[in-house]
């Protein structure tokens, strides 16, 4: 059974750094696209950053470019998710993804959704 479990959230001022983590279990995901969405209350769920199943290829929402930093290691089953220079519009629920076998990793069409973790910014 997939699993995917995110943690590295929680509340922090305007300014500051968060580090997200997300490990994947009952399969490999070595080959697959990731990425990270966000959904904040009353908006719709948005894909933040991708990233290919080599760690090749990254991309981003323009609200996150510049700030955020997506990677990924596969002997760990892990990817990643560095948010710098946080801002209050960034608060939301974090989600981590997987997409599909060498698929495009931007915007990623999600197969496979952890459960979220809460960033909430504080201006």
């Known amino acids: 059974q997939v699993q995917l479990v995110e943690s590295g959230g929680g509340l922090v001022q305007a300014g500051a750094s968060l580090r997200l983590s997300c490990a994947a279990s009952?399969?490999?995901?070595?080959?697959?696209?990731m990425g990270w969405f966000r959904q904040a209350p009353g908006k719709e769920r948005e894909c933040v950053a991708g990233?290919?199943?080599?760690?090749?290829?990254?991309d981003y929402a323009d609200s996150v470019k510049g700030r955020f930093t997506i990677s990924r290691d596969n002997a760990k089953n892990t990817v990643y998710l560095r948010m710098n220079s946080l801002k209050p519009e960034d608060t939301a629920v974090y989600y981590c993804?997987?997409?599909?076998?060498?698929?495009?990793?931007?915007?990623?069409?999600?197969?496979?959704w952890g459960q979220g973790t809460q960033v909430t910014v504080s201006s």
């Open positions: 993804a997987v997409g599909g076998v060498y698929s495009s990793s931007y915007p990623l069409r999600a197969n496979y």
């Open positions: 009952g399969r490999t995901f070595s080959s697959y696209a």
């Open positions: 990233i290919s199943w080599s760690g090749g290829s990254t």
